[in-house]
């Protein structure tokens, strides 16, 4: 398998505008988090689902952020519109669950709002 | 809730020397797993050892090992024979149920020094 697979690796808008961040977890894993990784917050986990069902969103900061799992192989986060603080490094990761929880990350979406 | 507290923001060490990261937590369950990632500059999350709390043998992985005191909720990174790649933000981790959910500590950076 080739990994989680995140795109694009870098994205730069202006504020605003609309940003769609795409992921693609590893063939045969229930579990896909999105994490955000800042210089003030560390890395903190923004949402997660289990069988593209959304569990727990409540780390998502606020309404202009929204995730959707539309089938097994593919996950987006959206933010709507974009503002400089959500600049960051975005994510994706993907785990098996149930006995064993090693979580896989993509290589992650740098975000840079101008 | 659970926390992850890694007190050493920065730490460096010698190649070929040994070095100790610290990594403190809590939690009220008595199931769950722990984990230290690598984060070299290129980004990407890479897991270098877990460790299972029902577990009392410390895990090992080659040049790395750690301590887990579970009694204290201690889990230190010992890294032996430290080469220059080693050079990397390292991440201390909490998950407990069978998701892969991570909750992670702040991040140690080290430095490996010629």
């Known amino acids: 398998d080739a990994g989680v697979i995140q795109s694009p690796r870098h994205e730069v808008t202006e504020m605003g505008q609309e940003v769609t961040l795409r992921c693609k977890p590893i063939?045969?894993?229930?579990?896909l988090f999105w994490y955000r990784q800042t210089m003030m917050r560390g890395l903190e986990l923004l949402i997660y689902f289990n069988n593209n069902v959304p569990i727990d969103d409540s780390g998502m900061p606020e309404d202009r952020f929204s995730a959707k799992m539309p089938n097994a192989s593919f996950s987006t986060l959206k933010i709507q519109p974009s503002e400089p603080r959500d600049s960051a490094v975005y994510f994706c990761?993907?785990?098996?669950?149930?006995?064993?929880?090693?979580?896989?990350f993509g290589q992650g979406t740098r975000l840079t709002v101008v | 809730a659970q926390t992850v507290t890694q007190s050493q923001p920065e730490m460096s060490v010698q190649e070929a020397e040994t070095v100790t990261l610290s990594c403190t937590y809590d939690?009220?369950?008595?199931?769950?797993?722990l984990f230290w990632y690598k984060q070299p500059p290129s980004r990407q999350m890479i897991l270098v050892i877990r460790?299972?709390?029902?577990?009392?043998q410390n895990a090992t992985e080659n040049r790395f090992s750690v301590n887990f005191q579970k009694a204290a909720k201690s889990f230190s990174l010992k890294i032996s024979d430290s080469q220059l790649g080693d050079t990397a933000m390292y991440f201390c981790a909490f998950s407990s149920g069978n998701t892969g959910k991570l909750i992670f500590g702040q991040g140690t950076t080290l430095q490996v020094k010629p």
């Open positions: 939690t009220s369950e008595s199931n769950y797993y």
């Open positions: 990761a993907s785990s098996p669950g149930q006995k064993n929880t090693e979580a896989f």
């Open positions: 063939s045969g894993h229930d579990y």
């Open positions: 460790q299972e709390a029902y577990k009392q």
